[in-house]
């Protein structure tokens, strides 16, 4: 079994799922007594003295190493791997569909559609892969990989809340989505079923939207959306970051999280949003339906009718309410940093076995 294990990735960054994941996997990895390296083409600063250049891979051949490649978007170092000479295994975080971006930022879906081309020309050259969740394990089969394993995000998450949380009621409801400002994950219809649940139920109704911008085009839109449904007050963007400290105000202050993403290979705030106890409402679909799984109410109609009643009985019903934060606390513990990085590290070594 190979003792040195070097992971490679497009883009190194600080407040990102998958910069946390290599960090914590290095980690892992060092622990476990092998020998490793991080490797990124673009390296956000800061970050130096963690990472190396991709480009110095280019020496040569890294004797008894094995890479691990983090793939979730068209990279040139991808095409590079390809032809490198060590065991390569691809961490999949999964690739949103081009379609989705095409209409807000086309280069965007280009470099999204060069990625999934990329997943298909990795699969033939990989001695095993690993899959953020069972969604992302089914299109790696479905791309011919073999020897899939299901590896969760391994992420400190810090502390849990201990107990469910005692329902308050609220005559303006907040309502709290986390995640990039980018097309799969729908803010726009976020919006629009604020503004139904604003018709429908009760004017006071709030929605805070936190993330960064990924699409300054979409971003544009949502505004304009929400000015034309009579909402703009009512919707509140965070979308250059908060410090954690504010993060988790929000959690803590929201009456429940809400998301109607279409499309996620993992979605690490839903799990933040049940450590601290608040209840989910989600759209079913894509990764989210696993990431949840018992720990919220997963909708499978995103109509906005649909959508704001949910949320209303979530706001209203006292027995609803704290039954869903129970539910969240229960699946929390899933997602413990112990429990991941057993998995991972079970999941690595079953991948590295015999190579």
């Known amino acids: ?31 476990a ?12 600063p800061g970050l130096e003295e963690r990472c ?32 490198r000479p060590e ?20 280069m965007v879906a280009v470099e999204l559609s060069w990625g999934r081309r990329q997943l298909h020309q990795l699969a033939p ?10 969604f992302n394990a089914d299109e790696l089969e479905a791309c011919g990989f073999a020897g899939v394993q299901v590896a969760p995000i391994v992420r400190d998450f810090g502390a849990s809340d201990r107990a469910p949380r005692p329902y308050r009621a609220r005559g303006d409801p907040e309502f709290l989505f986390v995640g990039r400002i980018s097309p799969n994950k729908c803010q726009h219809e976020l919006i629009t079923a604020l503004a139904m649940y604003r018709a429908l139920f009760g004017a006071g109704a709030r929605l805070r939207l936190v993330g960064r911008v990924s699409s300054p085009s979409y971003r544009a839109d949502l505004s304009r959306l929400a000015d034309e449904l009579g909402v703009g007050g009512a919707v509140i963007f965070d979308d250059h970051g908060v410090p954690e400290p504010e993060l ?16 996620e290979g993992f979605c690490v705030p839903l799990v933040e949003a049940m450590r601290h106890a608040l209840p989910v409402v989600a759209r079913a679909g894509s990764a989210v339906t696993d990431t949840v799984s018992s720990g919220g109410l997963l909708l499978s109609d995103p109509d906005p009718v649909v959508v704001a009643s949910a949320w209303h009985r979530v706001a209203t019903d006292a027995a609803i309410w704290e039954a869903l934060s129970s539910a969240a606390l229960a699946r929390a513990p899933a ?11 079970d999941a690595f070594e079953r991948a590295v076995r015999g190579l």
Request: aromatic share 8%.
């Open 1 to 31: 079994m190979t003792g040195r294990v070097l992971q490679v990735v497009p883009t190194f960054a600080a407040h990102d799922a998958i910069g946390d994941h290599i960090r914590q996997v290095d980690r892992l990895l060092r622990r």
């Open 33 to 44: 007594g092998y020998d490793t390296g991080i490797y990124a083409t673009v390296v956000e």
């Open 52 to 83: 190396r250049p991709a480009r110095e891979l280019l020496d040569g051949p890294a004797r008894d190493a094995v890479v691990l490649y983090h793939h979730s978007t068209g990279s040139t170092v991808a095409d590079h791997l390809g032809a």
């Open 87 to 106: 065991p390569l295994i691809v961490d999949y975080h999964n690739i949103t569909p081009a379609e989705m971006w095409d209409a807000w930022e086309p």
């Open 125 to 134: 050259r990989t001695a095993a892969a690993l899959a953020d969740s069972r």
């Open 248 to 263: 988790i105000g929000a959690y803590q202050r929201a009456t429940a999280f809400v998301c109607l993403s279409r499309h």
């Open 335 to 345: 997602f413990d940093l112990e429990v991941t990085s057993r998995a991972f590290l």
